[in-house]
């Protein structure tokens, strides 16, 4: 089973760069893309990244991802942070391509103080 | 613009049912997987059913398989959950979500705002 691991919590001050890692396990990370969405709290979640580092319109370029298959994770970076960055985020992908299984990792809090 | 929108969420004791509808427009709704994820209270996200463009293939969380049914009116633009054996762990608001256009398992563009169904007796 492909397992997605993520830090609880991570915080930053505003205007400072953050990274937040999603560690994959019972396979290879870079075997499907991964996702990153943002929630902030009460709210539906919304996508940050795709397909690895490509961003949806309307996504500031202060989002970013990344892969690095050295540690079998992915990355999403946040620079010149705002206290609206604030809320969960999750990293996403895929047990399989053939039929897509989604897997999701618990999700990381971020707060920007 | 792309606009989904659920509703059929509310209370219901355990081992009954609820058909969730998702109502979709602003974009071609026959070219996409649909997808139905969970938020249970407090907690992460669980994807646990998608349906293909063309109604040839579903896929079910082994949480869910068995007990709910995901379908589609590609005629009237919905999206559909029916939820039978309803368990106090499926308690979680339900959000209907949309590919990416022209992509393949590369996550959801659009998200509704979500449906909340509570199972308690």
């Known amino acids: ?113 | 613009q792309v606009q989904l929108v659920e509703s059929g969420g509310g209370l219901v004791k355990p081992g009954g049912s609820l058909r969730l509808t998702c109502a979709a427009s602003g974009f071609t709704f026959s070219n996409y997987y649909m997808s139905w994820i969970r938020q249970a209270p407090g907690k992460g996200l669980e994807s646990i059913s998608y349906i293909s463009s063309g109604r040839d293939y579903t896929f079910y969380a082994d949480s869910v398989k068995g007990r709910f049914t995901i379908s589609r009116d590609n005629a009237n633009n919905v999206l559909y959950l029916q939820m039978h054996s309803l368990r106090a762990d499926d308690s979680a608001v339900y959000y209907c979500a949309r590919d990416f256009e022209g992509r393949y398992a590369s996550g959801w563009q659009f998200w509704g705002q979500g449906t909340q169904v509570t199972v308690s007796s």
């Open chain 1, 1 to 113: 089973n492909f397992v997605l691991t993520q830090p609880h919590s991570v915080s930053e001050s505003p205007g400072e760069t953050v990274t937040i890692s999603c560690t994959g396990s019972g396979g290879s990370i870079d075997s499907n893309y991964v996702q990153w969405y943002q929630q902030r709290p009460g709210s539906a979640p919304t996508t940050v990244i795709y397909e690895d580092s490509q961003r949806p319109s309307g996504v500031p370029d202060r989002f970013s991802g990344s892969i690095d298959s050295s540690s079998n994770s992915a990355l999403l970076t946040i620079s010149g942070l705002k206290t609206e960055d604030e809320g969960d985020y999750y990293c996403q992908s895929y047990h399989s391509r053939v039929h897509p299984s989604p897997v999701f990792g618990g999700g990381t809090q971020l707060t920007v103080l």
